[in-house]
């Protein structure tokens, strides 16, 4: 899921669908961990395991690793992303079948709506000459933010987020 630097994706994705791990890349994972949960539910006659996973999601491992080794290290994998790095672990750990799905589908009501109120305010961005920014919902309301003031500076999910703290309420495995 969309999520290089910051897991809100990820994070609201994972609750919603009901993910029984997830991984973002604000916590790092420990695929043991991760495979213990899967297992546990094998184990319980439980057919099938949801992990919600961040592109950003990294082990333990490559935590430790400076930017340029991490990305070598990635380079060197036989898989196009991580989930699928994940997938094929989970399946040598576990010894269940596992596999790597990237989401999509077509737009719901919601979207529509909100793309629409996106356009309508920066086309009157643009008619009012207002450059420089970017479009954005805060609460349930349409914004702008300067470019400055935001771009590249990631916004990472908080550990003691309301989210974070009801999905480990639920017993979602965060990797850690």
């Known amino acids: 899921i969309m999520g290089n630097k910051a897991g809100w994706l990820t994070l609201y994705s994972g609750v919603a669908g009901g993910a029984d791990v997830i991984l973002l890349p604000e916590i790092p994972y420990d695929i043991n961990r991760v495979a213990e949960t899967v297992e546990a539910r094998a184990n319980s006659k439980k057919p099938f395991s949801i992990l919600a996973v961040a592109e950003g999601a990294m082990s333990v491992e490559e935590s430790k690793m400076k930017k340029k080794e991490r990305e070598a290290y990635r380079a060197s994998l036989p898989y196009d992303c991580i989930s699928k790095h994940i997938a094929a672990q989970l399946q040598e750990l576990v010894g269940v079948e596992a596999r790597s799905v990237v989401p999509g589908g077509s737009p719901s009501a919601y979207d ?4 629409t109120q996106f356009g309508v305010h920066a086309a009157q961005l643009i008619r009012d000459e207002h450059y420089g920014v970017t479009v954005a919902l805060k609460g349930n309301k349409i914004v ?6 935001i771009a590249g500076v990631p916004k990472p999910v908080p550990m003691d987020d309301p989210v974070v703290v009801t999905a480990r309420n639920m017993g979602i495995n965060m990797g850690d």
């Open 112 to 115: 529509r709506v909100l793309s």
């Open 144 to 149: 702008h933010n300067d470019l400055k003031d």
